[in-house]
């Protein structure tokens, strides 16, 4: 007993030597977006790398206090980020954004993102670092419009790990050969429900071509020029977008649509979440108080709520006065003549609220997080997608069964069709079931997906970048990688056979018709 026992503790001791001190890497985690989300999720990632006994720097928009023991956690802190972000969206109504059609919506987002990649090039703390010629085991950089930070990992001499927030799609596929299926993988802004039609998926060829173009000739040569503007000596641009080491995907099989994922294509979703709280005291006695159910609507940390339109607003209003449940409405304002059972907060520890009991749905703008969320939970949703990757967020949804989605700019978006979904989403229980069932699939995983994340990031470091990881696909020119050389090879000499098979029935021909004639005079 006494043996086992010391021989237990010698192998957790030992388990503790390897993972504190053989494994302690110096990691960078560069992660510039201001908004909430980005926030939750670069710090539940680093710190969870510095609990596992790395030694964590995090390059961020966000000063916060967190301490973590084991390994130290040092933070730079991007100066007038935070302050601009909230300048910026004083004058911007994200509700509005839609005003944009998808094209011009990307070019004016990559507008704004290449300002803010070229402040981080110039900031204080980041050069302090950078001329302090400390290296690092890893570089971990959040893809968002911003290839050229990926400079950063040859500027430290780090492996390249990037951090994807939205999902596999082409922007991350391309960087490590990840297959983008234009078939059925709908492009990112699109709202094209699943499975698409063929005019979608026609649509959707183009869309992902345009994109593609735009990216070989506009978006990379301009960070290309971003890069060697502040680092001369780097290498070119499609030498460092294309040595990814490994991409972390902020998605599941249980919050996203399944598409097929190269080896050092890592689905973490989740990672975020912790086990829930004891909720705000308010919050708690309003939900216990729920006999017939709550449910929670919040449209995320970005969309205000004193942006959206009187009509909008007095819709909810006027449906949710009709209802039973008590709504539980994040806001930013104060909304005057609210019935009892309508409680508006500030703010609310979404995931805790979302374990509530009493909580039967949840009124979401269809971000990654708050999918996710709900799914760990079996919580069905009603998404009300206004920009981005939203639309398609919702799509999945109602394609796995446990949400429906009414498009925040449709025309046909009425106190009507509000109403029916509402009463369709509560009083049809499939949905539920289909909650529960993703919810069951999304905790069915052999690691926790934080912890899988801090294996691969060691897993990286240990096999020195993974290169036996990356696919051939990577490093073949497009024209070879969709085979166009092979198949216009191939078509070229079905022509050249064609016309000799022609001209060879033409000759036979001929020769049979002189016969004949012949044959006739004769
Ligand atoms: C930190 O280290 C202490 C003692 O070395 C240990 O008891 C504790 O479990 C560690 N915490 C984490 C989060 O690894
Ligand atoms: C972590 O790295 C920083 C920067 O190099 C260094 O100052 C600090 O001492 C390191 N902490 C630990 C616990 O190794
Ligand atoms: C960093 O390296 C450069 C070039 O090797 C050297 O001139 C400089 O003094 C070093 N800085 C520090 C803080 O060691
Ligand atoms: C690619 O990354 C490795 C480390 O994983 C580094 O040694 C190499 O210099 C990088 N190459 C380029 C072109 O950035
Ligand atoms: C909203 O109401 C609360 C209390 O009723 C008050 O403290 C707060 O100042 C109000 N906020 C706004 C923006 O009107």
Redesign the pocket.
Known sequence: MHLKLSLYSLTIWLFHLLILEGE?S?ILGVFPTVGGSHYIMSHSLMKGLAEAGN?V?IISPHADNTLVKN??Y?RIVLKGFAENYQNDMKHLNLFEVKDFNNHNQEAIFQKYMYQKTEMIFRDEGVWKLIESN?TFDAVIVEQFSNDALKVLANVFGGHLIVFDPIGPFNFVNRLIGNPTMVSYNPQVVSTFPRPMSFKDRLHNLLLYSYEEVMNHFVFLPTQDRLVKKYFPGAPSIRDITTNVSLVLLNSHESTWQTVPLVPNAVPIGGFHIAPPKELPKEIKVFLDGATNGAILFSLGTNLKISDMDERRKSMFLNVFAKLDQRILWKADENISSLPPHVKIVRWLPQMDVLAHDSIKLFITHGGLLSLTESVYNGVPILAIPVYGDQATNANNAVKAGFGLSINYHDPDFNEDKLMLSITELLRNNQYKTNALKLSKVYHDRPVNPLDLAVYWVNFVIQHNGAPHLRVDGLYLHWYQYLLIDVIAYIFIQLIVVAMLLTLFLKFVLKATIRRNKKMKQQ
């Open positions: 302690s110096k030694n720097t390994g130290s040092t400390e």
